[in-house]
């Protein structure tokens, strides 16, 4: 049981490159979640699964597309990356009901 | 616009004593409040959630209180330790507990 899987843990884009960050859970979760964290700015929702093939946007979607064709697996996508998308990115995972949420180790993502 | 704030960036206190984070919120009417845990970089860690028909949960050490007509919640930790020392987030969902924001977290260090 390895939770909530991200991959890469590293990476470094050009302006206007594309990208797609992963993600995957094995608890057979419902619920799934990308945040990104900035310093001083938290944790900020971009998109949000409530199961497979439903998606929907949070506070800063902009920028970022997101699809759910099955249970476990959770991209996000970089079209056109900009420098103003420099983060670390967190997906998260839940299961139905009264419960927090798991995180995954996240992706720190350079853009130059 | 809905805003989550947590007292303050940054929290010493001496081992054995009671930390206590505070997590406001305006322009907001959550159903579900959770605090999370994270250490210099990983992913959140899941503590506790409280429904906004309870007014306190309680798990080992940890206290949470959560006070709808304030807009408040309060964590305690008690007798608490220097493996205490960490980042605390607090997060708030409404009534699907999907669309999950997060305040900018305090920052926990416990003094031997």
């Known amino acids: 049981n390895a939770g909530v899987t991200q991959t890469p843990k590293f990476q470094v884009l050009k302006t206007g490159q594309s990208m797609t960050l992963q993600c995957a859970q094995d608890?057979?979760?419902?619920?799934m979640s990308w945040y990104r964290q900035d310093p001083g700015m938290g944790l900020r929702l971009i998109h949000y699964?409530?199961?497979?093939?439903?998606?929907d946007q949070g506070e800063v979607p902009n920028g970022y597309n997101v699809s759910r064709s099955t249970t476990e697996d959770f991209p996000l996508r970089l079209l056109s990356a900009a420098p103003s998308q420099t983060s670390v990115y967190f997906c998260a995972s839940r299961r139905q009901g009264n419960y927090g949420y798991t995180f995954g180790s996240g992706t720190r993502l350079t853009v130059v | 616009s809905q805003k989550i704030e947590q007292n303050s960036e940054a929290l010493n206190i001496q081992e054995g004593k009671t930390a206590t984070l505070t997590c406001n919120y305006t322009?907001?009417?959550?159903?579900?409040l959770q605090w999370y845990r994270q250490d210099p970089g990983r992913g959140p860690v899941f503590l506790l959630l409280?429904?906004?028909?309870?007014k306190e949960k309680r798990k080992e050490r940890l206290k949470v209180t959560f006070d709808t007509t304030l807009k408040q919640s309060l964590f305690h930790i008690t007798a608490s330790q220097p493996a205490d020392s960490a980042t605390y987030l607090c997060a708030l969902a409404k009534g699907n507990n999907n669309d999950m924001r997060f305040g900018a977290g305090t920052r926990l260090t416990v003094k031997p």
């Open positions: 409280i429904r906004e028909n309870e």
């Open positions: 322009n907001y009417s959550p159903a579900y």
């Open positions: 699964s409530v199961g497979a093939g439903i998606t």
């Open positions: 608890m057979n979760h419902e619920y």
